[in-house]
């Protein structure tokens, strides 16, 4: 193959060097806004007062930052930590979430594409015939024309920004479906342990009507022997088998809320469950997990993920404003090739047989009935309406906080005096069987203390549950449970787009 002659290399480079000033040029104004970050909405802290009293510690300097703490650190339990590893692994959710940060990315750089040219080699070959009667010798003739060009076609010289602020809003979009994705992640990792522990709680539930009827059973079979005898009253038996069935309805009630829990969590996991990861009761204690401080500064509403991602949006409409502005101006575009051309292929790279073309062209808006004013019109609507919503999430985010912080100032008095008014409800309930049995009161005292005994063990276990659930939910809304090093295969994080 023959070299390219010297007036086509002085023509490709000159190109070159048109096509690099141009890129220097190009976006060299900006005429998005600046970006300002909305004032939270809200006060610096999470100091609450109720009858005069602080309720919650406000925590000026402290500064958790649970965003920071992985979910393995919080989560102690290993069968509930294999649990939730399952789910990250397998739940559909999470693995749409990961699926759109990448279209989100496969987008970004679609749309970052058009800043830069697009250069693109052609080679072609044609052939035709003339007629005798329409060629100028008379007779029929064939022509062919070879031809080799490498050219750029439509590039845009974004000198006033349109196409750099529309990369800027896609990079925004592909943070927004990041934070996103981060959300749903912490979401699921809340969901599962909340259900993991309402499975226990439940079964413990159930374990406590199981032995309540095994009691009241044997209670009634002795009962209803006295009664064939004549020592203890019809409406006394009446009572004790209203119980026991009673007993017996919360069995199948519970029965049936355990099997609603699995399928819960098989449903969270995507995914059957090994019966050994399961819990059979509720722990004793809360070292299940790991306790999260209250003395907060509400400045960690701002990593939650869902704020980010209202930010990322607000930050794509200002973007958005910026490219609706350029629209006002005057767009360049240049279509440019070069290269060589011949009848034969031989022919090719002979010299004289360079050929090249040049053709830049100008569009400058003069009317268009208003479109381009209503188009920057709803791009800065837009602005204000992603404002709006980027304050309500820090609101949503500081009520949620404010919340969950209002129950725990409270759980452990809570659960200290339901502990000391079961075990009373006991020991009356004991006193009152006693008396009973030993015919000083009738049944109707003891069938009281036996219902407000049960009553309060209910009590018991459900305010224990509330306890861990509300460590699960104060983790959860300040934004804790994310951890890259622990992410499955399947999970898409970080940024890798700049």
């Known amino acids: 193959m023959r070299t390219l002659t010297h007036r086509q290399n002085t023509f490709l480079r000159r190109t070159a060097i048109v096509l690099a000033l141009a ?22 802290s999470w100091a609450q007062q109720v009858d005069g009293k602080n309720i919650v510690a406000a925590g000026q300097a402290q500064d958790a930052q649970a965003d920071s703490i992985g979910w393995k650190q919080f989560f102690l339990d290993t069968r509930l930590q294999q649990v939730i590893d399952a789910a990250l692994a397998n739940n559909r959710d999470l693995r749409v979430a990961a699926l759109n940060v990448e279209k989100a990315r496969a987008q970004y750089r679609i749309t970052d594409a058009d800043r830069y040219p697009a250069i693109s080699a052609t080679g072609s070959s044609t052939a035709s015939r003339t007629p005798a009667d329409l060629s100028s010798s008379g007779r029929a003739t064939v022509s062919h024309q070879q031809s080799v060009t490498l050219g750029v076609s439509a590039y845009e010289l974004d000198f006033f920004g349109r196409l750099k602020n529309l990369s800027d809003a896609a990079l925004e979009t592909y943070r927004y479906q990041a934070e996103t994705r981060r959300s749903t992640h912490i979401s699921l990792v809340a969901e599962v342990a909340t259900a993991w522990l309402t499975l226990a709680s439940d079964r413990d539930l159930l374990k406590l009507a199981q032995d309540t009827l095994q009691s009241q059973s044997r209670t009634y079979e002795l009962s209803r022997r006295s009664h064939d005898i004549g020592t203890v009253s019809g409406v006394d038996l009446a009572s004790q088998e209203a119980t026991v069935e009673s007993a017996r309805a919360d069995v199948g009630r519970y029965t049936a809320q355990v099997a609603q829990d699995i399928n819960a969590l098989r449903l969270l996991v995507g995914g059957d469950i090994d019966e050994n990861l399961l819990p059979q009761g509720l722990p004793e204690t809360a070292s299940v997990l790991v306790a999260t401080p209250a003395g907060l500064p509400s400045e960690v509403l701002l990593r939650r993920p869902d704020v980010l991602a209202a930010e990322h949006t607000l930050k794509s409409a200002n973007a958005d404003i910026g490219a609706a502005r350029a629209a006002f101006f005057p767009s360049i575009t240049l279509t440019a090739d070069g290269g060589t051309a011949s009848r034969t292929l031989g022919g090719l790279f002979n010299p004289g047989s360079g050929s090249w073309s040049f053709a830049p062209s100008i569009n400058l808006p003069i009317f268009n009935a208003g479109s381009l004013r209503a188009s920057l019109d709803s791009a800065k609507i837009t602005r204000d309406i992603d404002v709006a919503n980027y304050e309500k999430a820090i609101q949503t985010a500081f009520s949620e906080v404010a919340d969950a912080l ?18 009373a409800y006991e020991k009356s309930y004991r006193l009152s069987e006693a008396r009973y049995r030993s015919g000083i009161d009738s049944y109707l005292t003891t069938l009281v203390s036996q219902r407000s005994l049960y009553s309060a063990q209910q009590t018991l276990i459900s305010l224990r549950l509330t306890e861990q659930s509300n460590r699960i939910t ?7 449970g994310w951890n890259e090093q622990s992410q499955p295969q399947q999970a898409v994080g970080g940024e890798s787009a700049s």
């Open 406 to 423: 209002a129950v725990r100032a409270t759980l452990d008095q809570r659960l200290q005096a339901q502990s000391k008014a079961t075990a």
């Open 23 to 44: 890129g220097a040029l190009a976006g060299c104004a900006n005429l998005a806004p600046d970006y300002r970050q909305p004032a939270a909405p809200v006060p610096s």
């Open 474 to 480: 104060l983790y959860k809304v300040l934004g804790g």
